[in-house]
């Protein structure tokens, strides 16, 4: 996985793009109409119901903007919300929170949708010793922010990109001539270039999960599209040689089921691609 400074340097770069494309040469609107010593105070409004991600990162555009606005947070990021709550108040230069605003809602809004659909996912697992991942199936841009509000939401995160975790899929290991090519091939890659990388492995079926077996040094294996029955012969298969997970259109109906099979861990592209915005308003307080 990717360093705490790797992520923080993703965050930074996610705001300064993010107010370089919203900002531009300037914000015209308030410039135009708000005197530049003008001070205000806002308050983030919650008109919905769910899990609040996002305040942590609010933080930092508005340090961004304006290291002089003033944060009063009464709502910490990974709580449940409902509609009226508050989660916070800033407070400062009327164009400097004007500025941030659009950016403070955009990220916190598709945060929390994620962070609640996480938590769902959660809440169907409670009780199993399966825990629920994401996927690289992110926003283009945004990957970091969608990573951070799925662990608010309670869950773990996958690898973060190409780069920090080795997974061979289907197209790997059609393209590098089949399985036990496919990781020796890795190994040999991972020695020559002094890389020290986890190995997932894709399984279409349970021949496949037999022939990744027979090699050593894998770290999981992704049993992709199995019913339940053949999860279950899989787990048992596998039993304590690698970690287990689930994958393949899993969603809240048949996530319980999957866990129930045994496995490790469940992956869910739906955490990030397929959540719906949490309504979220910053509103003057006069």
Request: glycine letters at 8%.
């Amino acid at each position: 996985m990717i360093s705490s400074e790797q992520f923080e340097k993703e965050i930074e770069l996610i705001i300064a793009n993010a107010i370089r494309e919203d900002v531009g040469d300037g914000d015209h609107s308030s410039l135009a109409c708000i005197p530049k010593n003008a001070k205000g105070k806002a308050k983030l409004l919650v008109k919905d119901k769910g899990i609040i991600a996002g305040i942590e990162f609010a933080k930092q555009v508005f340090a961004y903007i304006d290291k002089n606005l003033i944060i009063e947070t009464l709502i910490e990021d990974g709580s449940k919300v409902n509609y009226g709550d508050i989660a916070f108040y800033v407070e400062g230069a009327s164009q400097s929170i004007l500025k941030a605003e659009r950016l403070v809602l955009n990220a916190m809004q598709r945060m929390s949708a994620i962070a609640t659909k996480t938590r769902i996912f959660i809440d169907l697992l409670d009780g199993t010793n399966t825990k629920i991942l994401d996927t690289r199936k992110t926003t283009p841009g945004i990957r970091a922010l969608e990573k951070w509000a799925v662990k608010i939401g309670g869950g773990e995160n996958h690898r973060f990109a190409l780069y920090d975790m080795i997974m061979l899929k289907d197209n790997h290991i059609d393209f590098a001539g089949g399985i036990t090519k496919a990781i020796n091939k890795t190994k040999q890659y991972l020695k020559d270039t002094n890389r020290n990388l986890k190995i997932i492995v894709e399984a279409r079926n349970l021949k496949e999960i037999e022939e990744i077996l027979q090699n050593e040094g894998i770290y999981r294996i992704l049993i992709d599209n199995f019913n339940f029955e053949d999860t279950r012969k899989a787990v048992h298969l596998i039993g304590n040689k690698c970690l287990t997970e689930s994958s393949g259109g899993i969603n809240e109906n048949t996530a319980r089921q999957y866990a129930n099979c045994g496995v490790d861990y469940i992956s869910s592209g739906a955490l990030t691609h397929s959540v719906y915005n949490m309504d979220l308003s910053l509103k003057a307080v006069n």
